[in-house]
């Protein structure tokens, strides 16, 4: 997962393969797996609209980062990966907030 972007690959029971792609103007033949770019990445912000969270495209950036970062950021997708469980603080440096010697903020998300 990068910033604003996110790869994603499909696992139903095995892994979906392709034997031809083309990046960047370049076609590979070979097998490989069936893998897509997703614009929703960690930094990609939220927005409540309508009843609905809605996604970027604007970014919250490194700095000041996520609302879990603490520093005053905008709610993000790390945020909503946060509350859901898909991101464990505890696996996480303290590296968060003013003096970056904190853990994520997932109570800062939540609220």
Do not use: W
């Not at 996110?6 to 490989?32: K, L, M, N």
């Not at 912000?45 to 609302?67: D, I, K, N, T």
């Amino acid at each position: 997962m990068g910033g604003t972007s996110t790869d994603v690959s499909r696992y139903a029971g095995s892994y979906e393969h392709v034997f031809e792609s083309t990046t960047a103007g370049v076609t590979i033949q070979a097998p490989q797996l069936d893998v897509n770019t997703v614009a929703a990445g960690g930094g990609s912000m939220l927005f409540f609209r309508s009843g609905l969270f809605v996604v970027g495209p604007e970014s919250a950036s490194a700095h000041p980062g996520p609302v879990c970062y603490r520093k005053g950021g905008p709610l993000a997708i790390t945020d909503a990966n946060l509350c859901l469980g898909r991101i464990l603080p505890e696996y996480f440096p303290k590296i968060f907030g003013p003096s970056e010697n904190e853990p994520l903020d997932k109570e800062g998300s939540i609220k």
